[in-house]
């Protein structure tokens, strides 16, 4: 696609409930990263994919959060179990490669609500 | 350890008149620092990027930033804000060149534009 694409736009849930966020990034970038925006917040690191190696989920808040990324394609970010503190905008980048390819394209991201 | 400090939270100007968004950086290796718009309900985009080439980068839309290794900075400016500048914008850092890394993004700073 043309760009970096999010969806849901928005997520309401209700707290204990399990959520699913879906990223579709830019065709042929092999990066992908999440990324989350508290109200009034710069964004925090949550995990990153790069190709076919491990993760690095070093941003991860808690063990109710999972990632997933077939290949070089769509990625899920998960939340178990969610709470009212995880109610923020969940952005997803993607970019071509190390160096000077490191220009992260960003979605327009998920809003999550929980009630 | 990288970060960045915007040190304003919010600047106000009057349409027409001269922009500046002040940004100071922490890193233990050269970094490439960025600067990125969000516009109200929209993804992140890039405005420019400092990647050790040339210290004054131009970028989209009139603005330029320039590094100032002396100073750690990485201010960014427009010589007439334009209404549409409003928006927040994030200074970001990456660790290193060569390297697909998380950003470190700053708090950012909303720009306010009178008429």
């Known amino acids: 696609g043309a760009g970096v694409s999010q969806s849901p736009s928005n997520k309401v849930t209700e707290k204990g409930k399990d959520v699913e966020l879906r990223c579709d990034p830019i065709?042929?970038?092999?990066?992908l990263y999440w990324y989350r925006q508290r109200l009034g917040q710069g964004l925090e690191f949550l995990i990153y994919?790069?190709?076919?190696?491990?993760?690095?989920k070093s941003g991860l808040p808690s063990d109710r959060f999972s990632a997933e990324r077939t290949g070089e394609s769509v990625s899920t970010l998960t939340i178990q179990r969610t709470q009212q503190e995880d109610s923020a905008v969940y952005l997803c980048?993607?970019?071509?490669?190390?160096?000077?390819?490191?220009?992260?394209?960003f979605g327009a991201g998920t809003r999550l609500s929980v009630l | 350890a990288q970060s960045v400090t915007q040190l304003d939270s919010h600047v106000s100007v009057s349409e027409g008149t001269p922009v500046l968004l002040r940004c100071n950086y922490s890193?233990?290796?050269?970094?490439?620092l960025f600067w990125y718009v969000q516009h109200p309900n929209k993804g992140l985009q890039l405005l420019l990027k400092?990647?050790?080439?040339?210290?004054l980068v131009k970028g989209i839309n009139g603005f330029e930033a320039e590094f100032k290794k002396s100073e750690t900075s990485f201010h960014l400016t427009k010589p007439s804000a334009h209404m549409s500048d409003a928006a927040e914008y994030f200074c970001?850092?990456?660790?290193?060149?060569?390297?697909?890394?998380?950003?470190?993004f700053g708090k950012g700073t909303r720009l306010s534009v009178i008429a």
């Open positions: 980048a993607s970019s071509l490669g190390a160096g000077a390819k490191n220009i992260q394209y």
């Open positions: 970001v850092v990456s660790p290193a060149l060569g390297w697909n890394t998380p950003l470190v």
């Open positions: 994919f790069q190709g076919n190696s491990a993760p690095d």
């Open positions: 400092y990647t050790s080439a040339a210290t």
């Open positions: 890193s233990s290796y050269s970094p490439s």
């Open positions: 065709s042929g970038h092999t990066a």
